[in-house]
């Protein structure tokens, strides 16, 4: 069982900004593929916003390149997004994700519970 856990949303002024993390915790990891943030604003699909995987490579969605960055702590198994010059279209419900082999065959989607986090003056 994997499970993730996220934290750090909030209310924050246009202009401001906010980090959120993600633990991860579970026994069935083999290998993670990828780690990443997603957002789903009301009315809207859900959206990648940042994705790091474990080559090293990361990529970002159109709308939060050169302000948003996303990071990972690998002792800690702790993901994070850190979110600058925020704007009010940032609204959304973040979730982080993890991509992972539980085995040498077997890939899975784990996903967190969501964090919300509203721009608003």
């Known amino acids: 069982q994997v499970q993730l856990v996220e934290s750090g949303g909030g209310l924050v002024q246009p202009g401001g900004s906010l980090r959120l993390s993600c633990t991860v915790s579970g026994s069935t990891i083999f290998s993670i593929i990828a780690m990443g943030w997603y957002r789903q604003a009301p009315g809207k699909e859900r959206e990648l916003v940042a994705v790091?995987?474990?080559?090293?490579?990361?990529n970002y969605g159109d709308s939060v390149k050169g302000r948003f960055t996303i990071s990972r702590d690998y002792a800690k198994t702790t993901m994070y997004l850190l979110m600058n010059r925020l704007k009010p279209e940032d609204t959304a419900v973040y979730y982080c994700n993890l991509r992972y082999y539980s085995d040498a065959r077997n890939h899975w989607d784990a996903w967190g519970q969501g964090t919300v986090v509203t721009v608003s003056s």
């Open positions: 790091a995987t474990s080559g090293g490579s990361t």
